[in-house]
């Protein structure tokens, strides 16, 4: 199975700040790196895939960059609206896993 | 826009079996997508289970396969979870998902809302 280890687990920011996540995969996965959201009591929802492609109504201050193992998923001024937790999920091979998840915090 | 909804039981006893639908609304079960059950134990991370191909294909988590079975029933678009054997490890928020998959590209972007499932005497 292919780990993806997020860091770090859990991130206090402000409003206006820029963050950034990373993500490590215990084996090459090429592109096949995407990002999910989610909020207390709801479904994840995906943020980025291919690991800088911006999903359909995502704002563009989420962006996403790396390659092979490692990944980073940036968000450049944050809003209230992006207090959330965030996964990395490998799509390379199956089992597909997530990483641990980083939860974003006010 | 295609929309995911899970249905079943909340509260299953131990060694007995989770059983759970998703219906698929907006889209067909018999497109190129593959659909997917992921599952998040309360306070954890999300933990895919497993995925099928309306034709048939399946392909399931090596830590659950012995105990997952994932089929369709394409006359009512929807497809079905059986979980054998629960414990209350398996105590989770279970989603249906869509798996798309394009040119070098895979991701589940369509997901229902999750429900519910305490194993539980």
């Known amino acids: 199975d292919i780990q993806m280890t997020q860091s770090p687990s859990s991130l206090s920011a402000s409003v206006g700040d820029r963050v950034t996540i990373t993500c490590r995969a215990s084996?090459?996965?090429?592109?096949?790196l995407n990002w999910y959201q989610q909020k207390p009591g709801k479904a994840p929802k995906l943020l980025i895939y291919?690991?800088?492609n911006l999903q359909r109504g995502v704002p563009s201050r989420f962006s996403g960059s790396g390659s092979g193992t490692d990944f980073t998923l940036s968000i450049a001024g944050l809003q209230p609206e992006d207090f959330a937790t965030f996964y990395c999920?490998?799509?390379?091979?199956?089992?597909?896993?997530f990483g641990q998840g980083t939860r974003l915090e006010i | 826009q295609v929309q995911l909804q899970e249905s079943g039981p909340g509260l299953v006893k131990p060694s007995g079996t989770l059983s759970l639908t998703c219906v698929v609304s907006?889209?067909?079960?018999?497109?190129?997508?593959?659909w997917s059950w992921v599952r998040q134990p309360p306070g954890k991370g999300l933990e895919w289970i497993g995925e099928?191909?309306?034709?048939?294909?399946?392909n399931y988590n090596p830590s659950l396969k012995n105990r997952v079975t994932i089929s369709v029933d394409k006359s009512k678009n929807q497809f079905s979870l059986k979980l054998t054997s629960v414990t209350a490890a398996d105590t989770a928020v279970y989603y249906c998902?869509?798996?798309?998959?394009?040119?070098?590209?895979?991701?589940?972007?369509?997901w229902g809302p999750g429900t519910v499932v305490i194993v539980s005497s």
């Open positions: 999920q490998q799509s390379y091979t199956t089992p597909y896993n």
């Open positions: 907006g889209g067909s079960i018999s497109s190129s997508s593959w």
């Open positions: 084996q090459s996965i090429s592109s096949y």
């Open positions: 998902a869509r798996h798309d998959y394009g040119d070098y590209v895979s991701y589940f972007d369509y």
């Open positions: 291919d690991v800088s």
């Open positions: 099928m191909y309306h034709r048939g294909s399946t």
